[in-house]
């Protein structure tokens, strides 16, 4: 189970209210330190998923506040471990199920003449103190389902997440362009087109290990969700000067060198299919679903560069060749798969809960979602049926 301290900083005259939201959220292990200038810090444990309730509850009460702040940090251990929820829940179930039982074998039996029922041994029965730790969540309870509207809770049915401004901090920083993440992108170009020209596919995985292209991909769909307009530019732009950045590397290479159409790792990339759309739909998905569980983007960043750097550098390359069809067939590869990234993304964000904490921004959100869906969906029927009408679907063949 993955922890995280959080520190929160308020006034002595928020100390009382803080304190009653930690009981309501039902976190038991905090402690609290006297600051200077009258300030308090309390200290929480908490759990890494399924937190923004509780997030949501501090700034909704305390953000008014000059003195209030929120510290996030990871935890590596803690002993006593924190109870298991899950367990708790068990033992509690069981301890409820032999309580009523015991009262109706009471009932049914009934006192008896002479009979003392305070000796009973039965009735010296006591029950087990509650551990400490976080109570256990039922799926009645309203921190397991999602309120209509509401972006502070998540669904019961799907994986806990973490919270909401965890998740917007490692987007962020990932989804900004300075000179490393074009650098990188460069180098990325550099060895995939070399993989493309040699046909060799070890090198083409390099070269998608290295590539950082999951950042803005992801931060594009992320701002969707949000309805946060100034990160949907940067991502956006982000994006955009990465795929300009390979696209230029490659068709430089093309310029330069000979590219043989029906090469091994270049002719297979020349148009969009239906295992492309599939691929592209999985990498998005899983990019969104490893962000969301504090997983980094390590390996799933393979996956989303899959879908989009070889395709990209097989168009520059081809297109610099002269190579015009099998360019465009390779240029519209690289739109289907951003098409299906972004979409996929987007969906699986919403899926898992994420919303803005007030309702203007969730209006703003609202739109930015349809108005994302509308695009991405009309693009990707575009795609499908340039794939169904001009290639059949097929994938190329020599």
Known sequence: MSLRLLKILVSEDQCDRLLEILEEQQVSVHWSTQLDGNRIAVDAVIDAAGNEPLMDALQENLSGNDDFRLLFFELQATLPRLADPEKEAEEEADEESDDTEEADSHEDRGPHRGENRGSDPDDSRRRKPRRGGPHPATPGDPGDFIRKGSSSQERWWFPKRINREELYTDVAEMARSDPNYILMTALSAVVATAGLLLGDG????????????????????????????????????????????????????????????????????????????????????????????????????????????????????????????????????????????????????????????????????????WLAALLWGLMLAALLAIVWFTWGGEAPSL
Do not use: Y
């Not at 955009?240 to 043989?260: H, I, Y």
């Not at 899983?286 to 390996?299: F, M, N």
């Open 202 to 369: 070890a090198v083409i995985i390099g070269a998608m290990v290295i590539a950082p292209l999951i950042g803005p991909s992801m931060g594009v769909a992320f701002a969707t969700t949000l309805g946060d307009i100034e990160m949907g530019w940067k991502s956006l732009l982000a994006s955009l000067s990465g795929v300009a950045t390979a696209f230029v590397v490659s068709l430089l290479a093309g310029l330069t060198m000979t590219v043989d159409p029906e090469g091994a790792e270049i002719f297979g990339r020349t148009r969009l299919t239906f295992e492309h759309v599939a691929l592209a739909l999985a990498a998005g998905a899983a990019g969104a679903l490893a962000l969301t569980q504090g997983k980094g983007a390590g390996l799933v960043g393979v996956m989303v560069a899959v879908a989009l750097l070889p395709p990209l550098a097989n168009a520059g390359l081809l297109l610099g060749d002269g190579h015009v069809t099998e360019g465009l067939g390779a240029l519209v590869l690289v739109v289907g798969n951003v098409v299906c990234v972004n979409l996929a993304a987007t969906a699986t964000f919403l899926l898992m809960g994420v919303r803005p904490n007030t309702w203007w921004e969730d209006t703003v959100r609202k739109r930015a979602v």
